[in-house]
């Protein structure tokens, strides 16, 4: 990955998982909790690809299975947002540029239901079994529900800097001094032709003058031998 994109990643990472964890989850909603870190590594994986929503997706995870108050196995949510942003990346629209709302929208969904459920699943694994006694039902209706409402407020501005990001202009500007500039060749060139010239038509008007003085000077000779 460029440094600009780890840069910007792990910037909008903590500040996703600061503001879950101090804003969100005090809310106390119905069921389950707004995941504003999911939403960060969709909108990531949709301009990154496949390969960059699976590295965000797990250091985004890894990060929140290590920070309090965080009472589950570390690695878990990481396996989960890990494959989340492998497979969202799989389906990243050309240049990273959404076409209609409708399609982020659908993901958005399905992504929240699949995390749901995949985490509940490895948690099932390793002996966790709260979401039986929360309800799996409940828990992904109120998921669904509460990424798709807080959606259109994230994804579009994560996607819009991460363009803007991949599109850096000093970069651009650096690649553009390194190519040789043509046009200021052909100039130069074209400068000397036309000095080349004027000097040569000085050297011409120069032997011409010469030999007028020549001619004149015969003349005046001849003149004085009469």
Not at 171 to 185: D, F, L, M, T, V
Request: proline share 4%; aromatic share 4%; with cysteine.
């Amino acid at each position: 990955m460029r440094v600009n994109r780890i840069l910007l990643s792990s910037s909008l990472v903590v500040v996703a998982l600061v503001l879950q964890v101090s804003v969100l989850s005090r809310l106390h909603l119905p069921g389950a909790v707004p995941d504003l870190l999911l939403l960060t590594v969709l909108g990531l994986a949709l301009v990154y690809g496949h390969v960059g929503g699976a590295l965000v997706g797990f250091g985004a995870g890894l990060l929140a299975d290590l920070a309090p108050p965080a009472d589950h196995a570390a690695g878990r949510y990481a396996l989960v947002l890990c494959v989340i942003g492998y497979l969202v990346g799989l389906v990243r629209p050309d240049n990273g540029r959404l076409k209609s709302a409708t399609g982020p929208m659908v993901v958005v969904v399905v992504a929240a239901i699949g995390s749901t459920l995949l985490y509940a699943g490895v948690g099932a694994l390793v002996g966790d079994t709260a979401a039986r006694h929360v309800g799996l039902g409940s828990l992904l209706f109120t998921a669904a529900l509460y990424d798709l409402l807080l959606a259109p407020f994230v994804v579009p501005g994560i996607m819009a800097l991460a363009r803007r990001a991949e599109n850096d202009p000093l970069a651009e500007s650096n690649s553009q001094s390194k190519k040789p500039n043509i046009s200021s060749g052909w100039l130069s060139g074209g400068t000397g032709l036309r000095i080349g010239s004027q000097r040569g038509g000085l050297g011409g008007l120069k032997v011409k003058a010469g030999r007028a003085r020549t001619a004149r000077a015969g003349r005046i000779k001849g003149v004085k031998r009469l």
